[in-house]
């Protein structure tokens, strides 16, 4: 099955830490989270209307992402990508990047793809990102939610 043609956006946050909770409370577990360290946080969501399938399009995103020298190394005084700081990368699922305000206050998601072709795109975009942080050797923590 071919991915219905697709834009990511992804909106891309230094981190020293951040924990993100996955799951809400259960009755006797209680809520789940995950947690990264020094990094990245990346929020990502998919529109319709791009020129190339969406898996397509969630791998190259994820190759811009994780190369962006966004972050400052101290012992080189550069800007570093994730990939070459070995830092954290928490991926976000943030469908309300796509939303547009209406008249009033309420927002229209209209142009973000279906939830049920978003899933799988997601799931695209992660395993692009940890194939990528793969073939560079990346020794820092992948979490998503």
Known sequence: MTSPNALVRVVMQQALSATLE?????AEEGARYVSVGRGVILFVAF???GQVGGDEAAMR????????????????????????????????PQASLGGKVSKGKSIQYHGNVA?????PLYGRFVQAC???????????ALRFG
């Open 47 to 49: 529109l319709k209307g």
């Open 115 to 119: 939830r049920e072709e978003a899933k």
């Open 61 to 92: 995103a994820a190759k811009a992402v994780l190369g962006l020298r966004l972050s400052f190394d101290e012992a080189s005084g550069k800007r570093v990508s994730v990939l070459e700081l070995n830092g954290d990368v928490l991926i976000v």
């Open 22 to 26: 996955v799951d809400p409370e259960a």
């Open 130 to 140: 940890q194939d990528t942080l793969a073939e560079q050797g990346h020794r820092g």
